[in-house]
């Protein structure tokens, strides 16, 4: 989502998650895991593996459940291997939908997703046929009562980013994927919090949504995002604040 609406998103996304934080450690405990399979336990070697225990720790998980994953990716303990997939289709008004997925059963989580966008209005493609849509980018929010704009420019830009966007609310930082760790970490050692830090697909366009067709999507994200096999959603619409803020008070 662009601009305004990916701020609101993640609004909508936090509460949420204050609703569903037991499935919230379980998606991030997988992504512990599969960081561990590919790369090792050493998140200082390992920047996907640093990149999730970083994203699990930003969401109050216990470190207890943050090691044991690390073990349990590393072979130490016993435990389901999981495969990474892209699935992708279309849901409500043509809007381009991508589904992150870490899943042990690949025939089963088909079948859920599939049968997920079609009751809500869309339908699951073949690969390829919207990913194209979509650039990989590092992407920080920032509260704007926690920094000066120009100096989160300025640190930001020194790190690698190539952006930096005044949103209601704050300021959005993006550059490209392989800057995301440094990014990072000259925002901690600026003493700048960030509100969501990730590596995330960003449309090149977006398809502008009303009242009716945002709730619409809303909801096929919300359901998704719902499936334990899902580990991140991602969709190519854009939705005005004041439609926005009437789709969330649903």
């Not at 993640?10 to 405990?29: E, H, N, P, Q």
């Not at 992150?100 to 390829?128: D, Q, Y």
């Not at 650039?135 to 989160?152: C, H, K, P």
């Amino acid at each position: 989502m662009a601009g305004h609406s990916h701020w609101a998103n993640i609004a909508r996304k936090k509460a949420r998650i204050d609703k569903v934080r037991g499935k919230l450690f379980a998606k991030l405990s997988r992504a512990i895991i599969v960081a561990a399979q590919h790369g090792g336990g050493d998140p200082s070697a390992n920047l996907t593996l640093r990149y999730a225990i970083d994203k699990a720790r930003k969401n109050s998980m216990p470190m207890d459940n943050i090691e044991r994953a690390v073990k349990k990716g590393c072979g130490e303990t016993s435990g389901a291997k999981y495969e990474e997939l892209l699935y992708e289709g279309y849901g409500p008004d043509g809007v381009a939908v991508l589904c992150e997925i870490l899943t042990e059963n690949r025939n089963r989580t088909a079948s859920e997703v599939r049968k997920i966008f079609e009751v809500h209005g869309g339908n699951l493609g073949a690969t390829g046929c919207v990913a194209w849509m979509f650039d990989s980018r590092s992407l920080f929010m920032v509260n704007a009562a926690d920094t000066e704009e120009d100096a989160l420019f300025e640190v930001a830009l020194e790190a690698g980013a190539d952006d930096v966007e005044s949103i209601d609310g704050g300021f959005q930082v993006s550059g490209p994927p392989d800057s995301f760790q440094t990014i990072a970490d000259a925002l901690a050692a600026a003493s700048i919090e960030t509100q969501s830090a990730e590596i995330t697909r960003v449309p090149q366009n977006t398809v502008e949504l009303d009242v009716k067709g945002g709730r619409k999507v809303i909801k096929l994200l919300d359901v998704l995002e719902e499936n334990d096999d899902i580990q991140n959603v991602t969709a190519n619409f854009s939705i005005p604040d004041d439609i926005m803020q009437e789709v969330m008070a649903d």
